[in-house]
Antibody, heavy 120, light 108 residues
Framework: EVQVVESGGGVIQPGGSLRLSCGAS????????MSWVRQAPGKGLEWVSV???????KYADSVKGRFTISRDNSKNTVHLQMKSLRAEDTAMYYC??????????????WGQGALVTVSS | SYVLTQPPSVSVAPGETATITCGGDDIGSISVHWYQQRPGQAPVLVVY???DRPSGIPERFSGSNSGNTATLTISRVEAGDEADYYC???????????FGGGTKLAVL
């Protein structure tokens, strides 16, 4: 059974940094597109970032230059390094496995999420 | 950037059919995917590539997509279907992933 589990969430002051991790079982992360989606309290889903199988990275404009997605193949884990955090980054962060090909992309597996609260 | 528009809420009686729309410019030319999110839980894929269902999703869930509107239809609605539903597209050429604003389905 494919499963991803997020960790690393917590309370952080504005301007601070935090790293989220997404550990996978039942799949090899380097063979899949892995992505982060967030959901602010009471709000909808917002795509954040994706890392391709070949290692390329893409980001939403709202986090570009502040967030970095990476992959540790030896630990079968994906990370999201978040810097210069703002109050509006407060959200549940979900890790997702993306089914991706030339014409479409969708999330066929989601973790349970990691809560990030940016507050002084 | 591309915008997907969903009604904030839809209400339906048990046993009836719920229709949730997702509007977007020429959305019929893009593959649309749908997720169910129950309170306090992670999203779950219920329809992908406009009309396909993942294994384990009841046949009561179906999708269509044409013109400027994609639609998720839930037949014979049950109390357990009460949740938020999101549509999503992914523009692979520009690597832009977009979610609709979500629709809260209330089962009366």
């Amino acid at each position: 059974e494919v499963q991803v589990v997020e960790s690393g969430g917590g309370v952080i002051q504005p301007g601070g940094s935090l790293r989220l991790s997404c550990g996978a079982s039942g799949l090899t992360v380097r063979n899949h597109y892995m992505s982060w989606v967030r959901q602010a309290p009471g709000k909808g889903l917002e795509w954040v970032s994706v890392i391709y199988k070949d290692g390329r990275e893409k980001y939403a404009d709202s986090v570009k230059g502040r967030f970095t997605i990476s992959r540790d193949n030896s630990k079968n884990t994906v990370h999201l390094q978040m810097k210069s955090l703002r109050a509006e980054d407060t959200a549940m962060y979900y890790c997702g496995v993306v089914h991706y090909d030339v014409l479409l992309g969708y999330f066929d597996c989601w973790g349970q999420g990691a809560l990030v609260t940016v507050s002084s | 950037s591309y915008v997907l528009t969903q009604p904030p809420s839809v209400s339906v009686a048990p046993g009836e059919t719920a229709t949730i729309t997702c509007g977007g410019d020429d959305i019929g030319s893009i593959s649309v995917h749908w997720y169910q999110q129950r309170p306090g839980q992670a999203p779950v894929l219920v329809v992908y590539d406009d009309t396909d269902r993942p294994s384990g999703i009841p046949e009561r869930f179906s999708g269509s997509n044409s013109g400027n509107t994609a639609t998720l239809t839930i037949s014979r609605v049950e109390a357990g279907d009460e949740a938020d539903y999101y549509c999503q597209v992914w523009f692979t050429n520009s690597v832009q992933c977009v979610f609709g604003g979500g629709t809260k389905l209330a089962v009366l």
